[in-house]
Each structure stands twice: as structure tokens, then as C-alpha cells.
């Protein structure tokens, strides 16, 4: 049990590693929280530094999520022998953790993202027959709306829906609830910007801009 619990701690750690900032920093000391949003993550990372700035973090921000669900699980912790007493609860549990990490930086003032980019990688390794459905229903919000934000809620509340109706109750559908939940929870500012219309948009992606439409502002 010891193992898994260090395995857990370990993978808050590498959460708390945010691609955002440790890339700003080599940028000149760019602290992204201080501009556009002030969120750490991808979005606001290509909002406010552009594509590249942008891709290398939603990069980044996956691959803890991988790292976290896949190898911190199997890594051999020295002078302790390895337990199952998690059994296949542990990958759920070190991506959850990282996902808390990932939200709470303990490396930087407990101020990070939101952690869908780290969600994504998870939920691409340990559910992955779901993540097409995800993907559509993320792709189509965004041509329709160009609201990132409502795009990555309802995919994940796609993945949770079906996690659910497959097994209820099993490690995929209670990690997907606590997904579905943090989402909400750090998305809680853009739900407020939508009821007062003025969320933002990424509106050359949407449909009604190639067509004509006017622009969102």
C-alpha cells in the first residue's frame, strides 16, 4: 500500500509540473497567469503567445496525464515490493492526482490550469474505445459555437455518460464523474461569461464566420 501511495504522490508532482510556466520562463520569464484569462493552460497559452507557445504546453499538459495514468503505476519503487492492494484503481487514482497537481501546482502558489489537456491524456490511455465520441462531440461543439470551454465540458460529460452506462461504479465511471466534476468546477468562470453572452471564442473554427455570419465579439 505504501508503494501506491508514494506512486500517487509522485504523480501530483509531476502535475504540478505546468507546461505553461516552465515554458515561460525560458521565454524570458512570461508568466501567462498574469495575461488573457490568466489561466495556465494550453488556451490560454495560444490566446495570449501564439500556436506554437500554445501546441508545445497542450503537449506538455497531455503528457503528464500519460505519464501519470500508464508508467507511474508500473514504476518499481526501491526497497518496497510492489502491492496491488489499488489494484485497477491505481492508474485512475495517479491520473486523478496529477489532474490535482496539475490544478494546484505545488511548485507554483497552487495557481495552474484547468486541467483538460491533462484529462485528455488520461482518459486517451485508460478509456479509449470512448474518446472518438469525445472527440466529435468536442469538434462539433467548437465548428458550431467556437467556445472551447463548453466544447471540453460536454465531451467529458459524453465520456461520463457512457463510462457509466457500461459499469457503474467501476474505476473508469467514478473517475469520469470526479473528471466531469473538476471541469465544471474550474470552468465555473466561462459558465458565467455564457449566461452573460460574452464568452470568449475562437471564431475562425466556427461554422456561421465561413458562411458570413458576423463575428462574436
Given at each position: 500500500?505504501?508503494?501506491?501511495?508514494?506512486?500517487?504522490?509522485?504523480?501530483?508532482?509531476?502535475?504540478?509540473?505546468?507546461?505553461?510556466l516552465?515554458?515561460?520562463?525560458?521565454?524570458?520569464?512570461v508568466?501567462?497567469?498574469?495575461?488573457?484569462?490568466?489561466?495556465?493552460g494550453?488556451?490560454?497559452?495560444w490566446r495570449?503567445?501564439?500556436?506554437?507557445?500554445g501546441?508545445?504546453?497542450?503537449?506538455?499538459?497531455?503528457?503528464?496525464?500519460?505519464?501519470?495514468?500508464?508508467?507511474?503505476?508500473e514504476?518499481p519503487?526501491?526497497?518496497?515490493?510492489?502491492?496491488?492492494a489499488?489494484?485497477?484503481?491505481?492508474?485512475?487514482?495517479?491520473?486523478?492526482?496529477?489532474?490535482?497537481?496539475?490544478l494546484?501546482?505545488?511548485?507554483?502558489?497552487?495557481?495552474?490550469?484547468?486541467?483538460?489537456?491533462?484529462?485528455?491524456?488520461?482518459?486517451?490511455?485508460?478509456?479509449?474505445p470512448?474518446?472518438?465520441?469525445?472527440?466529435?462531440?468536442?469538434?462539433?461543439?467548437?465548428?458550431?459555437?467556437?467556445m472551447?470551454?463548453l466544447?471540453?465540458?460536454?465531451?467529458?460529460?459524453?465520456?461520463?455518460?457512457?463510462a457509466?452506462?457500461?459499469a457503474?461504479?467501476?474505476?473508469?465511471?467514478?473517475?469520469?464523474?470526479?473528471?466531469?466534476?473538476?471541469?465544471?468546477?474550474t470552468?465555473?468562470?466561462?459558465?458565467?461569461?455564457?449566461?452573460?453572452?460574452?464568452?470568449?471564442?475562437f471564431?475562425?473554427?466556427?461554422?456561421?464566420?465561413?458562411?458570413?455570419?458576423?463575428?462574436?465579439?
Amino acid at each position: 500500500m505504501i508503494d501506491a501511495l508514494i506512486k500517487i504522490l509522485l504523480a501530483y508532482m509531476l502535475g504540478s509540473l505546468m507546461g505553461g510556466l516552465l515554458i515561460g520562463r525560458l521565454r524570458g520569464h512570461v508568466d501567462i497567469r498574469q495575461q488573457g484569462s490568466g489561466n495556465a493552460g494550453a488556451t490560454n497559452a495560444w490566446r495570449t503567445q501564439g500556436p506554437v507557445f500554445g501546441i508545445a504546453v497542450f503537449v506538455i499538459d497531455i503528457a503528464k496525464g500519460v505519464i501519470a495514468a500508464l508508467l507511474l503505476p508500473e514504476l518499481p519503487i526501491p526497497f518496497l515490493e510492489s502491492s496491488s492492494a489499488l489494484g485497477s484503481w491505481l492508474p485512475y487514482l495517479c491520473g486523478l492526482a496529477a489532474v490535482v497537481g496539475h490544478l494546484y501546482p505545488v511548485f507554483f502558489s497552487f495557481r495552474g490550469g484547468k486541467g483538460a489537456a491533462t484529462l485528455i491524456g488520461i482518459m486517451f490511455c485508460l478509456m479509449t474505445p470512448l474518446m472518438p465520441l469525445a472527440v466529435l462531440v468536442w469538434l462539433g461543439t467548437l465548428l458550431i459555437t467556437g467556445m472551447v470551454g463548453l466544447a471540453t465540458m460536454l465531451a467529458i460529460a459524453a465520456v461520463a455518460v457512457l463510462a457509466n452506462m457500461h459499469a457503474f461504479f467501476s474505476p473508469a465511471g467514478v473517475f469520469s464523474l470526479l473528471a466531469l466534476a473538476l471541469i465544471l468546477y474550474t470552468h465555473r468562470a466561462n459558465i458565467q461569461r455564457m449566461r452573460e453572452g460574452n464568452e470568449n471564442r475562437f471564431n475562425k473554427v466556427r461554422i456561421t464566420y465561413w458562411l458570413g455570419g458576423k463575428r462574436s465579439e
